[in-house]
């Protein structure tokens, strides 16, 4: 089984849904990661965690919210989707700041 | 953040070397040099670090030059499994609360 997984893999929505990523990690780490990719370009990080009660924005944080329910669920939520928010989304967990990151497989949206 | 400078593109024999150079011009002392890779739109992997001295792994090596303004990526023996992007990333990720910033890396074709 993956360590890190992500629901679900590929979604299609319309402008104006609300949409939910999910992200669960089995590697007992309290760190996790948003990440958006965009055709060509590399990867952006939405939002970060260090731990259930500790939340904090990346780069590109408008237009999304995060949950962290457990330590091994991380959240992301698009509460009215809009075009330009397709791309690949990316879950990432690690252990402490030194420490790699492990990325899940990644979930591409498409908002029509 | 120190900025990194990739060639966008190289290619590789199979079987051959390939050495992936990065310019990190404006590298501070506690920051890293981190690889990861990215295979046709997977999550990234990661591959290696290092701070100041030369360090290998079983996936591949990484030689950092003294006056830590560059560095280059080695893969000894290049299969066809190793064609993605390549990132390289400088980071103190301690004071940054882990947070990578992925550039756009560059993309290795290794070919038969």
């Known amino acids: 089984d993956a360590d890190v997984t992500q629901t679900p893999r590929n979604r299609i929505t319309k402008t104006g849904k609300r949409i939910m990523l999910e992200c669960s990690q089995t590697?007992?780490?309290?760190?996790m990661y948003w990440y958006r990719q965009d055709p060509g370009l590399g990867l952006r990080l939405i939002y970060y965690?260090?731990?259930?009660?500790?939340?904090n924005k990346g780069e590109i944080s408008d237009g999304y919210s995060v949950s962290r329910q457990a330590q091994a669920k991380f959240s992301l939520s698009l509460e009215s989707a809009i075009p330009n928010q397709t791309a690949l989304y990316f879950c990432?967990?690690?252990?402490?700041?030194?420490?790699?990151?492990?990325f899940g497989p990644g979930t591409r949206l498409l908002v029509l | 953040d120190a900025k990194t400078t990739q060639p966008p593109s190289m290619d590789c024999a199979e079987g051959r070397a390939a050495n992936l150079p990065c310019n990190h011009s404006?590298?501070?002392?506690?920051?890293?040099v981190y690889w990861y890779r990215q295979i046709h739109s997977q999550g990234p992997q990661y591959i290696i670090h290092?701070?100041?001295n030369n360090e290998t792994n079983e996936m591949a090596s990484l030689i950092i030059t003294e006056d830590r303004k560059s560095s280059t990526l080695i893969l000894p023996h290049a299969t066809l499994r190793d064609t993605a992007v390549y990132y390289c990333?400088?980071?103190?990720?301690?004071?940054?609360?882990?947070?990578?910033?992925f550039g756009q890396g560059t993309e290795l074709s290794v070919k038969p």
């Open positions: 990432a967990t690690s252990d402490s700041p030194e420490e790699t990151q492990y």
């Open positions: 590697k007992g780490h309290d760190r």
């Open positions: 965690s260090f731990d259930v009660k500790d939340i």
């Open positions: 404006t590298i501070s002392g506690n920051e890293y």
């Open positions: 290092g701070l100041k």
């Open positions: 990333i400088v980071a103190s990720l301690y004071n940054q609360g882990g947070k990578l910033i």
